[in-house]
């Protein structure tokens, strides 16, 4: 028990322990009319802006020399703040030692007097007095290009524009700086020229590539600004995921991860100016002419990819294919929206696959063996020419139930990874039900904003504890309930529900009629007891193992009292005549209830007159008596089978004597008599019969009414006086005779053998049964 | 240490499945089947000693067996 309480309680523990670098990102709060401190000079910046994608992704190479008498460390680079936001996958590194890592970056908040937004390097090292070094930045701006003209027709090409400032924004003086301009086509039809800024043509053109500068701006004040538009050609969608949802699943049990990603999906291109037709997209489909829509995704996944699917808020996308694997290449899911995306139009869909998890799991390796290592692909996401943004991304991972000590980890190459830095990343552990769970599974989720497919090749590591008993929990769960359902399944068999127990212990309506008389009984006695036979008494209960005690009564009322008229006998042959009806009644009453128990049956045979009271004093009274102590000692019921209505006696009280010192006795009469011709056992309840002797019960009762033996009995007994009065002072018609006559045919016989007795009949000379009847 | 030099110092130690993907299904069906028949047994002589010896072990087939169906249905718990 100790055991079974031990293993409850520690499957029931929290297992959300606090993981160790869990991170919420924050922005420092700068004071308002904050100006960089003018400690640094970039001596050189050149500006790469590469607009070959449906996002502009720049890359900035600056020496920065410090101009201060002091080292110094915080570098700051401004955007404006409505630009900030969209800034997505900020990284800077030393150009010339880009393994030795990023550079731990800080965000601010917007400073109210120039309205800047700023990321504050921290370099690894303060940078001495007249020392330089070589900064590569690198970043992406979301969002920042717009369709010129706005609206096109369906096959019309189209055109984006990209504004910017000739000078790089930057807090401080910049001696030399140019910007390359690297286009997707060399079709550019419109462009900025500038006038004075250097001499010679500006901008210089060499292919798709177009270079601003370089400009001597020794002189111009940090944040000065010269702006230039350009506008493209673009024929190609601009992809825009505003949501993506990406659900890691570890199962242990399954050997399986399964990826499930949710993608609410944009086109910000060029809208249609007419309505969209069938027909023209199905001309321009045929030739594969570029185009404005999304027409396909291509998703690579990863080699062992299976199971995978395409839903969208429809159903099921059947036109999909996808490619599985060969070897180690990867597999190809091909996704056809519903219909080509155009711009301004949305589509969101969901896909998973399933792979196994042996690629992705480890167990670490060391003394701590419960402790393992998952290592995923960030983000996967299509692979598209034209590149996708997305503006904001949640990746869930979704570790096994009771998994602990969380830890993660985005991993770092020596080129960027299009993610910003681990503490930019909002994560945080919270419990995931599903299927089968009991406390939830352990989630991990990562969100960042402003991402590009630049990230696509991102990995993440995570680890996390899940101990043998983590393990068990769904078995053990399921296994604990089911034992459960059996115990009870056992419990609930053991209460005894049947009638037979109530018997003893309910209350019956005799017990009620006591109980309304102000008497209790001593133990309550189930007046449903007589209704079933005795045979179906259960003889397998102990105390019932000898079944119930038996006595057969016969009576007559004289010496006379026999079906041999004129005949002459004694009262030890009427003994021996009674004993031979009780003989054919023994017989009869087997054949009808069977052998009941294993006591010995008791006989009794009686000689004594009608309606005169047989005391328990009597011989015959005390035999009765005995046979009813001896029921109650070993608690079941007595049977008093008569032959005849009248075969024990006519006397109400003597009944009701025997029943009144007996009530916790079940105790019946199996009265074997007729109602025409053959004789057949009528069931008689004596506890009813004494109840309504006393005048606890009605005739008309519902226990009595519903008793039709009882009942019968109780009238015949009540009406035998008046037939003993009726036979010397005729009262009644003839077919009130015949009709008494069909409950028993001696009834009938009153009228015409039993002349000879009187009004008073006499006693009979012994009411003695002989030795061994 | 970098979690990175965690996952590469366990390459030696690839996670495996207690049950590999393809055998779940007939594990997980001859379990149950284990389970019905002695849970059926236990049913028609419902005792404290056939809780011990029947009850028992349905419950504990059941609890795997469940597990690795709903697995080969493709429910990975």
């Known amino acids: ?773 | 240490m970098s979690l990175n030099e965690v996952w590469e110092a366990a390459s030696a130690t690839p996670f495996i499945p207690l049950i590999a993907k393809d055998s779940q299904f007939s594990v997980g069906f001859n379990l149950l089947v284990v389970a019905l028949v002695t849970a059926t047994l236990f049913g028609l002589n419902r005792s404290f000693l056939g809780i011990v010896s029947l009850g028992f072990p349905a419950a504990l087939a059941f609890g795997f067996g469940a597990v690795f169906m709903i697995c080969a249905a493709g429910v990975y718990v």
Not at chain 1, 153 to 160: E, G, M, P, S, W
Not at chain 1, 226 to 254: A, M
């Open chain 1, 1 to 773: 028990m100790r055991f079974f309480t031990a293993t409850v309680l520690a499957l029931l523990a929290p297992c959300l322990c606090a993981a160790t670098n869990l991170t919420t990102p924050s922005r420092l709060d700068l004071p308002s009319g904050f100006k960089p401190p003018q400690v640094f000079k970039n001596t050189n910046l050149v500006r790469n802006t590469n607009l070959e994608k449906s996002y502009v992704r720049e890359t900035i190479n600056v020496v920065v020399e410090n101009v201060d008498k002091q080292p110094q460390n915080d570098y700051y680079i401004p955007f404006s703040a409505e630009v900030f936001d969209r800034v997505g996958g900020f990284e800077v590194r030393d150009k010339k030692a880009p393994e030795k890592g990023r550079f731990d970056v800080d965000y601010t908040e917007a400073v109210s007097s120039d309205g800047n937004q700023y990321f504050v390097v921290h370099l690894p090292e303060p940078l001495a007095p007249k020392s330089q070094i070589t900064l590569g930045i690198s970043y992406s701006v979301l969002s920042s290009l717009s369709p010129l003209p706005a609206t096109i027709q369906q096959a019309d090409k189209q055109y984006l524009t990209y504004s910017f400032s000739a000078y790089t924004p930057s807090a401080y003086t910049t001696d030399t700086q140019k910007t390359k301009l690297k286009f997707p086509s060399t079709n550019v039809p419109d462009y900025t020229t500038t006038d004075g800024l250097k001499s010679g043509s500006d901008p210089e053109r060499k292919g798709a590539t177009y270079t601003y500068g370089p400009y001597d701006t020794a002189k111009v004040a940090p944040g000065t600004e010269h702006p230039i538009t350009v506008r493209y050609e673009f024929t190609k969608p601009v992809i825009t995921v505003n949501l993506l949802e990406r659900d890691l699943e570890v199962s242990h049990w399954g050997g399986n991860l399964a990826t499930e990603e949710r993608y609410w999906l944009r086109n910000n291109g060029s809208q249609l100016t007419n309505q969209f037709s069938r027909v023209d997209w199905t001309y321009t489909n045929y030739q594969k002419a570029p185009t404005s829509a999304v027409r396909e995704l291509t998703y690579p996944l990863l080699p062992g990819s299976v199971d995978p699917y395409f839903i969208d808020d429809i159903g099921n996308v059947s036109t999909s294919r996808y490619r599985p694997s060969v070897g180690k290449s990867a597999g190809n899911l091909e996704l056809k929206p519903r219909y080509p995306i155009f711009g301004g139009w949305n589509y969101s869909f969901r896909i998973g696959w399933n792979n196994d998890l042996a690629s992705f799991l480890r167990r670490a390796a060391g003394v701590d063996s419960d402790s393992y290592v998952l290592k995923v692909p960030f983000i996967e996401g299509p692979k598209m020419a034209e590149g996708i943004q997305y503006e904001r991304v949640v990746v869930r991972v979704v570790l096994p139930e009771g998994a602990h000590n969380v830890r993660f980890e985005i991993l770092e190459g020596t080129n960027s990874n299009g993610l910003p830095g681990a503490e930019h990343i909002h994560a945080q552990l919270s419990s995931l039900k599903t299927y089968m769970d009991t406390l939830g599974r352990t989630t991990l989720t990562l969100e960042v904003d402003s991402l590009t497919d630049e990230a696509r090749d991102s990995k993440l590591v995570v680890t996390y504890d899940h101990s043998m008993i983590d393990a068990l929990r769904k078995p053990f769960t399921i296994f604990a309930g089911l034992l459960t359902v059996f115990v009870a399944a056992w419990g609930v068999g053991k209460i005894d529900v049947s009638i037979k127990k109530r018997r003893v212990q309910g209350i019956s309506p005799i017990d009620l009629y006591v109980h309304i008389a102000g008497q209790t009984p001593s133990s309550p006695v189930d007046d449903n007891t007589t209704q079933d036979s005795p045979s179906k008494i259960n003889l397998s209960s102990p105390r019932n193992r000898l079944g119930p005690v038996v006595v057969f009564i016969a009576r007559a009322s004289n010496l006379k009292d026999h079906n041999y008229p004129n005949a002459e006998i004694n009262s030890n042959q009427m003994h021996e005549y009674l004993r031979s009806l009780l003989v054919i009644t023994v017989a009869e009453h087997r054949k009808q209830f069977g052998l009941l128990g294993l006591r010995p049956h008791k006989m009794q045979t009686i000689i004594q007159p009608a309606h005169s009271r047989v005391s328990s004093l009597s011989r015959v009274g005390k035999y009765l008596g005995m046979a009813l102590e001896e029921a109650r000692a070993s608690k079941t019921e007595c049977i008093f089978v008569l032959h005849g209505w009248d075969g024990w006696t006519t006397d109400k009280m003597t009944i009701a004597e025997l029943c009144q010192q007996f009530c916790d006795v079940p105790f019946s009469f199996h009265v074997y008599a007729n109602r025409g011709t053959p004789c057949e056992f009528y069931e008689v309840n004596a506890h009813k019969v004494n109840a309504y002797f006393r005048h606890m019960v009605a005739l008309n009762d519902p226990a009595i009414v519903g008793d039709r033996s009882t009942a019968l009995y109780i009238r015949i007994l009540e009406a035998l006086p008046t037939l003993q009065y009726a036979k010397y002072y005729p009262v009644l018609s003839e077919a009130e005779k015949d009709a008494l006559a069909k409950y028993d045919k001696r009834f009938a016989g009153i009228y015409e053998k039993d002349e000879i007795e009187g009004p008073k009949p006499e006693v009979a000379k012994s009411d003695a049964p002989k030795p061994g009847v």
